[in-house]
């Protein structure tokens, strides 16, 4: 299914030491649902390793 795509603003990503975006919660908040991705800045509460919201 084809997600809309949200337009980047500042403070929406950063570049880790690797070189790889890591979203913020600005970001996740903005985008308005969990992935399920275990994303580092999930504001959500996800846990992947158990597959629940905290």
Known sequence: MYNKR??????DYYLNNQGYKVFTDKFHLKR???CKSGCK???YGYDKKTD???
């Open 6 to 11: 949200i337009p980047l603003e500042d403070g």
């Open 32 to 34: 308005g649902y969990c």
């Open 41 to 43: 800045h999930c504001p």
């Open 52 to 54: 629940k919201f905290i």
